[in-house]
């Protein structure tokens, strides 16, 4: 069991007592129409939680929600006036299959990102619009489409929920599984590749993560929740009206998660009191319930201009007066139960074999091969050289035109770039790929999600690894929180986990002061000794391949100019007049 899975929260806490009163003191205290809405408040809680899930974990915008509802809510209107079943199977039937569609929707995602990712979905739901529009929804009738000109029909609702207020209750408590369901993904393996997925695709890869797995899984959980919303909508109201589920209204929907704040599950709940309470209130008090709009308007540009994490953010930030920085016991077991960590060792050289790679007609790699032998080996060159090209080809994130890479009797290019990682390869990139939504802890632990593995011991060898690096007392410390050179030591120690075969460092002392490298230097020294892993690394830090690179590899222009023993390779004069600016006497 994930021992973060059941750390409570000050938002969390209050979470649980906000909906303990909404469920029990609300549908007591409202009556007649306003039970209707905020019934349907609640439905669009749950439909807006997707967005702001999809938007804060993966940083994705997905502007289908509200029509996704007009699907699930459509399905179970089909199932209930064609089959008479219970509305509980309508209910799970309506979540499947919006799940299905919301898989469908991931396909363009795993290629596009940003305004053309959101522009996609809003096609989507302008097509879900006209399908509304042009069919209605079903109300008893015969044929597909289960529509006839007047509405006779019944809904039939669930057992334990016949009237509106016990209705009302059915739907806070769904919608706060639905919200559960979130949370103890975002605590769990998904939750952290979601989240080094939203840092960087290539960091997730290089960590073992399949992307395209869980890019779907984001986008199928995002449709169940849409589902769930819109069949809770019909079970209210009986009968769905296209104009409730158009494109515009997905637009607005998503406006009001960022004002809401995306991070925090009070967030959904402000946006859906302003997208349903707010206009109903307006038309309470004699006003023109389209004044909501500018409202509206007034909040986006105040999240956007003073509140990044939403009214949420702000309203946790005031009732936050204690600190929850109390590293756990369970966290402190783990540190001292790190002790135990088997050394891989790796005997057979890594033998790169004619690499060559081209971008169009610029060479980036020309038939490179060298065998590295040592435990600690360099590759330097000047910038353009083709070094992390290289890095690129060992990952799998570029694919050579020819030759090959070997280690250890492994044919490195045979294999996906997620199952490299699993086989023991490791890398960092020039910039530390840390996600700051996650723990240094989980950070690392991430590094480990995709092996499967016994739980207890991925806990013990992440413990170990930060040990190793010096960041143990920091193990529950968010990522956002770290400095320059603690996240780097995060890095490394992601590197570290996992019985690693062979570890690549793209520059990691870039941006660390003398000193800083000093210690990384000694850090990188010391990784054979815990690990048994080869290393490569690449920096243009020549005191430190000097110091801890017993051979190096030297490129130019995609091409090898020397190769051998560092000391030596540091005075050939082709090196010094390529890399360090001396001419070639």
Known sequence: ?????????????????????????????????WLKIFTSTGCFVLAISGVAFMYARLGMVSLTQVGLMGVGGWVVLRLNHAFDLPFELNFLAAGVITSGFGMILALPALRLRGLYLALVTLMAAGGFEIIFGTFQFPNGGEGFWGVKSSFSAEFRRPAIAQSDEAYMRYTIFVCALGILLIEFHRRLAPGRAWALIKRSEAAAMSAGVNVTLYKTWAFGIAGLLAGISGALLAGSLGLLSGSTFRASESIMVFALAIVGGVNYWLGAIVAATLFRILPALLNDWGLDADLSFVIFGAGLLHAVIYAPNGIAGQLMELGSVVGNKIE?????????????????ELSASIEISDVSVHFGGVVALDNISASFTKQVSGIIGPNGAGKTTLMNVFSGFVSPEGGSIGIDGQILTKLAPHKREHWGLRRSFQREE???????????????????????????DVAHALDIVGMSEHSWRPAVELNNFERRLTDVAKCLVGSPKVIMFDEPAAGLSSEETDKLGELILSIDKHTGAKTLVIDHDVDLIAKICEETLVLDFGERIAFGKTSEILSDPKVRAAYLGVEES
């Open 434 to 460: 840390i996600a700051d939504d996650l723990t240094v802890f989980d950070n690392v632990l991430a590094q480990l999600d995709g092996m499967g593995l016994n739980p207890s011991q991925n806990a013990s």
């Open 1 to 33: 069991m994930d021992s973060g899975l059941f750390r409570t929260t000050p938002s969390g806490r209050a979470g649980l007592l906000f909906a303990l009163f909404a469920f029990f003191v609300l549908p007591a205290v409202v009556g007649g129409q």
């Open 328 to 344: 756990p016991v369970f966290g402190r077991l783990r540190i001292q139960n790190s002790a135990a960590k088997e050394k891989t």
